[in-house]
């Protein structure tokens, strides 16, 4: 630790920065806003899903390695850790249950486990469907408790409750070997699969589902915005809107009663247009991981707000599939340079207005001091109340300063 001398005097100014006297080594600054952001595995680029568990754990994979043993041992996937690989997913149900699929490569086939409790301590394998080809997948369970499982070639829907399991072949008018990204259902059980080839719409018809793919068309705002779909939400406040992430076209609000979109890009307001993942905080706003640091957006108003290396992040950059979100609320997302961890409660909008101070007084485009030849000012602007000219100066500009001493280069300005 850097030694920094013994402290004489603290202060704390009205924006929390905590103000440290010491002697020896002068004045220190320490603001509590740029430590909200905790950096785990540090140095590591993450880019593979997160699996966590109802405790917490949390288990994935790095470099092409596991991470370190005591993780491995204290998850609840510990007695599968011989089928965890890349393409392994983990979803929690309503009740908590978990459930677990994998492809087992030797066998050819995706396998489905559940958790049957801490009573039974075990996984117990539900079911297996064979595939060609080695496959993405992802899978989500819906309010009723049935588990949806999407992979290259097929829509799975298994209802534990008569343990019936249907298989949807897609229509070979989509894309052969999709590559799935995310799974995400829709109020009137509307199932939607985001994929590297654009988005899929299930819609269910009788005992069968219907098939269609939604794709950008250049110069049409009522579409996608890119085909590269990587990540799929319903809203957390209705269950009719469906938050697309994509690869190069932003963030877009599907409403799926309409089929209208709304579109969230670098021309409203976002940093970057590669948008890698999105989570809902407990209060319903969405927070984005992208090529320019974090991204959080309020639904309800379109306010965004972007942090980067300056907020305390250990990069910009960030990677696809590596986020989760704990049962504390604590949000999770994968970088470069390890995993950034954060919970939402401890960011707020600067509660303190940064007081403003005028600098400077140019009249007629010219600058105009105390006490140089024009004679305008009997003392410094910082002082003066009142100003009084002819109507030839009817030219004025003011130069002003927001005392913030925290990110000065955040600090944004109206006038009113």
Known sequence: ?????????????????????????????????????????????LNNVLLLDTKGNLLTEFNGLRMDADMLSNHMLYPLRDLINKRS??????????????EHVGKGQIQ?????????GKWTLVFSTPIAVISSLSMITDDVDRLWLAHAA????????????KLFKYPNSLPGNLIINSIAQTAGN????????????????????TFSLLQNSPGNIQCIQGNHVTQLITDPKDPYLLWIATNGGGLSRLDTRSMRFRHFNTRTGFPDNVIYGVLPDNNGLLWMSSNKGLIRLDPATGAIENFTVKDGLPTDEFNQKAMGKKP??????????????????DFSNNPVTPRVRITGLEINNRSVSYSDSTGILDQTIEFTKKLTLPYTQNSIGLHFAALEYMIPSKINSGIT
Request: hydrophobic residues 35%; proline residues 5%.
């Open 1 to 45: 630790m850097e030694d920094v001398g013994r402290f004489t005097v603290l202060y704390r100014d009205s924006s929390g920065i905590i103000w440290a006297g010491s002697n020896g080594y002068g004045l220190q600054k320490y603001s509590p806003s740029l430590h909200r952001f905790h950096t785990l595995f540090p140095g590591n680029s």
């Open 89 to 102: 997913r983990l979803t929690v149900n309503r009740n908590g249950n978990l459930w677990f699929a994998t």
């Open 112 to 120: 489905v486990f559940r958790y049957t409790g801490p009573d039974q």
């Open 154 to 165: 097929a829509l799975l829907e298994y209802t534990p409750e008569n343990q019936r399991l």
């Open 190 to 209: 509307q199932i939607w699969i985001g994929t590297e080839d654009g988005l899929i719409r299930a819609k269910p018809a009788a005992d069968t589902m």
């Open 328 to 345: 504390d609320g604590t949000l999770l997302f994968g970088g470069l340079k390890g995993l950034v961890a954060f919970n939402p409660k």
